[in-house]
Each structure stands twice: as structure tokens, then as C-alpha cells.
């Protein structure tokens, strides 16, 4: 994924003399987050196994109650809190018919996603269609942090890194385990700092075509989302949650020979696909400013595809919340580069689906060659 995203840069920059400006290069970051969030949440199913086709809807429907009670004057954080709830609640009942009933995600999370537009459609009326009237909510997608504001984040990405870097060396060190030399750690941050102070130096130059509105700065929703990927990404590496995860994922039954209580992990990797999906809802109204009866309807198969082409493994066991994250900007980078070419748009979703194709098969390839099985235990 890492190598077809620098080839699709490499590519779109010598075809297109827009495609790596300031404005185009924000505009990236902005247009992959709602991707990026949909891709992490589908990570903590699909990791088992699993899939959840309704957080797309599920998401959507939270939404419409959100904007909707907003309109009928509840404030906007119990309204919000109410969507996440309903979130949740969903992410549960999932779980539960999964886990416990036995009904296979693909055709429990179908019937979710048939269902939840007509709720949708209920709650928005006619029209289909509500306004979105809350700044606070708005400014997400649409304001960005003061120039010290970025450089402020890189500062804090590169003091968790090492903190994190070198708590994880220190705990191998002290059970007699192998670490990496500390040079490899002090290499990594410096990585980091090189190729993020480049991304801040860049978000830092105006980038307005309008000189009396000048625009420049780290998008609001970059630290948002990294934020977030950090949480879960400590959750899945350095917990038991995390490790029993994987371990449901890799062998179910073998997990629970170990004592491992499978069903719990199943119904609450369905309640936090369903938290984070709730969250791409919210950075999905956010920029676009409404809500309607289709909502996140196409984004749930963009966010499959995303993690499967980022390195998340279909068959369970293997995978990150960084893989998501590289995955959807491959598949934004599709998008917009073709469209900044004027390719039509039937063509992206052609190559989109052509290179899921490629990263579904070197998966499966991967783990013929590692002698592991192709078919859950």
C-alpha cells in the first residue's frame, strides 16, 4: 500500500500540475478523513473475520436523529450524544446476533443496511434532505488550527512516539526479551519529524485563490483523526483487549481453549465499529453541511475496500489502524487525481476496483505462502 501510494504521487504530479499544490494537498487531507474513519471502524470486524455493511447507514441514521433534534431545539450535545447511543446500541445488537444467535455478520449487517434508510427517510421527511446548523459541528471539516497550532501537533506526534517507542523497548529489555537499538527509535522520530514538519510547512502557506480571504494552516480535522488513531491503535497493541482481538481473529477456537470469552470480543468489536462509524457521520455532515436519506450508503464498501488495499486481512487476525489510514488515502488519491485530469468518473471506480482486486489476492497469496489457512477454523 505504502508503494502504490508513492507511485500514485509520483504519477498524478507529472500528469497534473495541480495535483501536489498547497490547496489540492489540503483539500486531500480533508476529503480522506470521512474515508479514513469509516476504514478504522470496519479494522476492529474485519480483523475477526467479520464484516458490518450498515456502519455507513448506521451512521447516517445517527445523524439524521442528531440534526434533527437539533432543529426541534435540543442542545447539540445531547442530541450528538443521543446519535452515538443509537450507535452503540446498534454496534450491540450486531454483536449479540453474531455471537450468540449465530446469524453470519454479512447477513445480519444487510438487513441493517436495508433497513436504515427507510428510518432515515422517516426522520427527514419528504424532502430527504436537513440543514446542518451547528458551527461548532461545521468548523470541523471547515476551519483550520493557527499556524502554532500545527507545529504544536508535530510536537506532541514526536514526544508520544518516542514515549511510546521507548516504553514498549523498556518493557522487552525487562522480561529478556530482544529490542531494536535506541538508535532505531531516535531514527523513527526523526523520520517522523523530517516528513511531518514537510506536510506542516505546507499546510502552513496560504493556499487561498481569493488574496482578501487568505487561508492557510493545519486542517482542524488532522489532529482529530490522529488522535483517534492513536487511541485505537494503543488499544489494539498494547492491551489485552487488543491482543485477545487478534487472537479471536487468528483462531477463534483456540482462543477460547485459552479462556478467552470469544463472544464478548465479537459483540464489542461490532460496538466500537459502530462508535467510530458514528464519528465518520459526524465528519461526513460536517463538510458537506446536511444530512440525507442516502448517507453512508457507498462510503461502507469505499471503507472495506480501504482497509483490505491498506493491509487489513479478510481472513481475520492481521491488521492496523494505520493500514486504514494508508488505504484511504490511496483510494482518495485515486479519486482525485483522476478527476483533476478530467477522467470520468465511471473510470475511478474501474481502477479503484482493480487495484482491491490486487490487494485481495496478494492477501490470500501471503497466506498460502505463510501455510495459513484460507478458511476460518
Known amino acids: 500500500a505504502i508503494a502504490a501510494l508513492i507511485l500514485l504521487l509520483i504519477i498524478f504530479n507529472f500528469v497534473s500540475p495541480y495535483f501536489l499544490t498547497t490547496i489540492n494537498i489540503a483539500n486531500l487531507f480533508v476529503q480522506s478523513a470521512t474515508l479514513m474513519m469509516i476504514s478504522a471502524a470496519l479494522v476492529f470486524v474485519i480483523m475477526l473475520g467479520e464484516i458490518d455493511l450498515s456502519a455507513g447507514v448506521t451512521a447516517g441514521t445517527g445523524m439524521a436523529i442528531f440534526v434533527k433534534l437539533n432543529q426541534q431545539?435540543?442542545?447539540?450535545?445531547?442530541?450528538?450524544?443521543?446519535?452515538?447511543?443509537?450507535g452503540v446500541a446498534t454496534g450491540w445488537v450486531l454483536g449479540y446476533f453474531v455471537a450468540k444467535v449465530g446469524v453470519p455478520s454479512f447477513v445480519i449487517s444487510l438487513a441493517f443496511y436495508l433497513a436504515f434508510p427507510g428510518v432515515m427517510l422517516i426522520i427527514l421527511g419528504e424532502g430527504g434532505v436537513l440543514r446542518l446548523e451547528v458551527p461548532e459541528i461545521s468548523?470541523?471539516?471547515?476551519?483550520?488550527?493557527?499556524?502554532?497550532?500545527?507545529?504544536?501537533?508535530?510536537?506532541?506526534?514526536?514526544?508520544?512516539?518516542?514515549?511510546?517507542?521507548?516504553?514498549?523497548?523498556?518493557?522487552?529489555?525487562?522480561?529478556?526479551?530482544?529490542?531494536?537499538?535506541?538508535?532505531?527509535?531516535?531514527?523513527k522520530v526523526g523520520g517522523i519529524g523530517l516528513l511531518g514538519g514537510l506536510g506542516?510547512?505546507?499546510?502552513?502557506?496560504?493556499?487561498?485563490?481569493?488574496?482578501?480571504?487568505?487561508?492557510?494552516?493545519?486542517?482542524?480535522?488532522?489532529?482529530?483523526a490522529l488522535f483517534l488513531l492513536f487511541v485505537g491503535t494503543f488499544v489494539l497493541d498494547r492491551t489485552k483487549f487488543g491482543r485477545y482481538m487478534y487472537a479471536v481473529g487468528g483462531n477463534p477456537e483456540a482462543a477460547r481453549r485459552a479462556g478467552i470469552k470469544v463472544a464478548r470480543i465479537r459483540i464489542y468489536a461490532f460496538?466500537?465499529?459502530?462508535?467510530?462509524?458514528?464519528?465518520?457521520?459526524?465528519?461526513?455532515?460536517?463538510?458537506?453541511?446536511?444530512?440525507?436519506s442516502s448517507a453512508g450508503r457507498a462510503i461502507v464498501l469505499s471503507g472495506v475496500a480501504a482497509a483490505v488495499v491498506g493491509g487489513v486481512s479478510l481472513f481475520g487476525g492481521r491488521g492496523r489502524l494505520v493500514h486504514a489510514a494508508i488505504g484511504a488515502f490511496v483510494i482518495s488519491i485515486i479519486d482525485n487525481g483522476l478527476g483533476?485530469?478530467?477522467?470520468?468518473?465511471?473510470?475511478?471506480?474501474?481502477?479503484?476496483?482493480?487495484?482491491?482486486?490486487?490487494?485481495?489476492t496478494v492477501d490470500a497469496l501471503s497466506r498460502k505462502r505463510s501455510g495459513g489457512s484460507l478458511t476460518r477454523s
Open 271 to 292: 460496538m466500537i465499529c459502530s462508535f467510530l462509524a458514528m464519528i465518520s457521520g459526524v465528519l461526513n455532515i460536517s463538510r458537506i453541511g446536511n444530512v440525507e
Open 139 to 187: 468548523a470541523i471539516m471547515n476551519t483550520n488550527l493557527p499556524l502554532w497550532g500545527g507545529w504544536a501537533m508535530l510536537g506532541v506526534c514526536l514526544v508520544l512516539t518516542f514515549a511510546m517507542g521507548y516504553w514498549d523497548r523498556s518493557r522487552r529489555l525487562k522480561v529478556g526479551l530482544p529490542a531494536r537499538p535506541l538508535s532505531m527509535l531516535w531514527l
Open 73 to 86: 431545539g435540543w442542545s447539540w450535545p445531547i442530541s450528538l450524544a443521543l446519535a452515538f447511543v443509537l
Open 200 to 224: 506542516v510547512l505546507i499546510l502552513s502557506l496560504p493556499r487561498s485563490l481569493n488574496p482578501v480571504f487568505p487561508v492557510q494552516g493545519v486542517p482542524t480535522v488532522i489532529p482529530i
Open 340 to 360: 483533476l485530469i478530467g477522467i470520468p468518473a465511471g473510470v475511478s471506480f474501474i481502477v479503484t476496483g482493480t487495484v482491491l482486486t490486487v490487494a485481495a
